[in-house]
């Protein structure tokens, strides 16, 4: 979500970082192994640290079929959802090599995100794949058009080790122990509706907000590398949030 009036301002690599750090379902397209047309199919998905898409799927899928034999895939995320014209609103396309990835940051994140995919994310037939994006092509609505750079989808983690490894931990205590601040953000900074809003992820931009079927993206009023960061950057947002 971006706060009316405020898309203008906002670069269109930063834009869509936020589409797909907010996104919870994305189309895939893949190559037909057999006839090397595209295939389009809708994904649940996450991201990792650095803002890598990250999908859950099986082997029995035909995506998957594809993917062992042409790992070449394209992600695109959709943010036309609620408008007159869907041709007005924001996405994002996200080209690259879609591939299995062992990162345990892969399942944490993506169970965070989706914690009804802990049902089958243990079978034998389910894995999780990264993209590692070569490009991506931009739209934010008419006249808004433009390919963004891998760079430009990236969020740099290279000093950020300490901030990932203690992810797991600020998600679990912000959703124990404040719960009220994560309505906050959501409400207050970001003009969502209230709901049983969870803080899912974070990362040296920002931090995920979910509640049902939708995603926010929240950043930081500065970088953070650190989990002492990360405390007083919410900290400093809850003030604002109730200021």
């Given amino acids: 979500?971006?706060?009316?009036?405020?898309?203008?301002?906002?670069?269109?690599?930063?834009?869509?970082?936020?589409?797909?750090?907010?996104?919870?379902?994305?189309?895939?397209?893949?190559?037909?192994?057999?006839?090397?047309?595209?295939?389009?199919?809708?994904?649940?998905?996450?991201?990792?640290?650095?803002?890598?898409?990250?999908?859950?799927?099986?082997?029995?899928?035909?995506?998957?079929k594809n993917l062992l034999q042409d790992p070449r895939a394209s992600i695109l995320f959709d943010e036309t959802g609620g408008y007159g014209d869907p041709l007005e609103g924001a996405r994002v396309s996200v080209s690259g090599i879609l591939e299995k990835t062992d990162d345990p940051h892969a399942r944490a994140r993506f169970l965070s995100r989706h914690p009804s995919a802990a049902m089958y994310a243990d079978f034998e037939d389910?894995?999780?794949?990264?993209?590692?994006?070569?490009?991506?092509?931009?739209?934010?609505?008419?006249?808004?058009?433009?390919?963004?750079?891998?760079?430009?989808?990236?969020?740099?983690?290279?000093?950020?080790?300490?901030?990932?490894?203690?992810?797991?931990?600020?998600?679990?205590?912000?959703?124990?122990?404040?719960?009220?601040?994560?309505?906050?953000?959501?409400?207050?900074?970001?003009?969502?509706?209230?709901?049983?809003?969870?803080?899912?992820?974070c990362d040296p931009e920002g931090c995920d907000l979910v509640c049902g079927e939708t995603g926010l993206r929240l950043d930081f009023p500065h970088r953070v590398t650190t989990p002492q960061d990360v405390r007083k950057a919410l900290v400093e947002l809850v003030q604002l949030a109730r200021g």
């Fill in 126 to 201: 389910f894995d999780f794949y990264s993209l590692n994006a070569e490009g991506a092509h931009f739209v934010g609505g008419f006249g808004r058009i433009t390919d963004i750079p891998p760079d430009g989808l990236q969020t740099d983690i290279a000093d950020a080790a300490t901030l990932i490894e203690a992810e797991p931990d600020i998600v679990a205590h912000m959703n124990e122990e404040h719960a009220d601040a994560t309505q906050l953000y959501a409400t207050k900074l970001l003009g969502a509706k209230p709901g049983t809003w969870r803080f899912v992820s």
């Fill in 1 to 64: 979500m971006t706060v009316p009036g405020e898309q203008e301002r906002i670069q269109p690599d930063q834009w869509s970082r936020g589409i797909i750090r907010r996104a919870l379902k994305a189309s895939l397209a893949t190559l037909n192994r057999n006839t090397g047309t595209p295939y389009a199919s809708l994904v649940t998905v996450a991201t990792m640290p650095g803002n890598a898409p990250l999908t859950l799927i099986s082997t029995l899928a035909e995506h998957t």
